[in-house]
């Protein structure tokens, strides 16, 4: 994977660039792939669905809207997502089980943790378009991901 650093030394601002600062909590710090998203509150459900079933190098996106009040992602769908092929996932909002999400081959960024679990009701939108801080997430876009932040734009 390139560099985020050097990817936006190559092409500038056809990038947009995260300014919002997520921790990195997965086994793989560096991971890039087409974009996927989901916006919900409080509830896991659909992420728990969509990352069950093949990745292929995808990265998900979560806007939680920014809430710690409850982890969105734990050790259980993180070992799902690495079964069914996700590169990472990148959410505005909590995880939990970080130690565990810390040991698999999988990338997590997140605004922090919450050992508070979410609803299972499956509220929420997939495949949406979603901004986080100021960045917009399409589904089919491209986003890379290190230790020095997250770009997203095209292939």
Do not use: Y
């Not at 728990?48 to 990745?55: M, N, S, Y």
């Not at 920014?66 to 050790?75: F, H, I, N, P, Q």
């Not at 990472?88 to 943790?113: F, H, M, P």
Request: with cysteine.
């Amino acid at each position: 994977m390139v560099a985020t650093a050097d990817l936006w030394d190559e092409r500038g601002d056809s990038l947009a660039s995260v300014s919002i600062q997520l921790r990195d909590l997965g086994g793989k710090i560096d991971f890039d792939g087409q974009v996927r998203t989901i916006r919900c509150h409080r509830d896991n459900a659909l992420i728990k669905q969509i990352l069950a079933t093949p990745g292929d190098g995808a990265v998900l996106v979560v806007d939680g809207g920014g809430s710690l009040e409850s982890a969105l992602v734990g050790d259980l769908i993180g070992a799902s997502a690495v079964r069914n092929g996700w590169s990472g996932v990148i959410i505005n909002g909590a995880v939990r089980d970080s130690v565990e999400l810390g040991k698999l081959d999988l990338g997590v960024k997140a605004l922090g943790t919450n050992p508070r679990k979410s609803a299972k009701d499956g509220a929420g939108e997939v495949d949406v378009e979603i901004t986080i801080g100021d960045v917009v997430f399409t589904p089919g876009a491209h986003v890379w991901a290190d230790a020095d932040g997250i770009v997203v734009g095209e292939s």
